[in-house]
């Protein structure tokens, strides 16, 4: 295993011990995690967006089912309603306006409501 030196000023210094001590953790594995911590967060957003497509995917496959007798209108909205409310949350505002502005340039009105 590698060790690098690296320098902090002594009121970094004493920040970064007592955060590591709030979370009952050595100073190096403190710094690892905070280091790696970006990769961990991309991981998991792509396990998510990966779920929430599946889910994507299999609530339209059940909107458009021909068999009426097995489908449930309230259910297949609200499944798409539920992935729609979960994809909104993992973005931001600048994001959103992003998508309608190219809803709006394909001729097609993005829903606001």
Do not use: C
């Not at 690892?32 to 998510?48: N, S």
């Not at 299999?58 to 499944?79: F, G, I, M, V, Y």
């Amino acid at each position: 295993m590698r060790t690098f030196s690296i320098k902090f000023s002594d009121e970094q210094a004493a920040y970064i011990e007592v955060l590591a001590a709030e979370q009952g953790q050595t100073l190096s594995a403190f710094i690892r995690e905070r280091v790696f911590a970006k990769d961990e967060l991309h991981e998991l957003l792509g396990h998510m967006q990966t779920g929430l497509q599946a889910a994507i995917w299999e609530a339209s496959n059940q909107l458009h089912r021909t068999d009426k007798t097995t489908s449930d209108p309230d259910a297949n909205n609200a499944l798409m309603l539920e992935a729609v409310m979960l994809l909104r949350s993992l973005t931001n505002p600048q994001t959103v306006s992003a998508v309608h502005a190219e809803l709006r340039r394909r001729g097609i009105a993005p829903n606001h409501g």
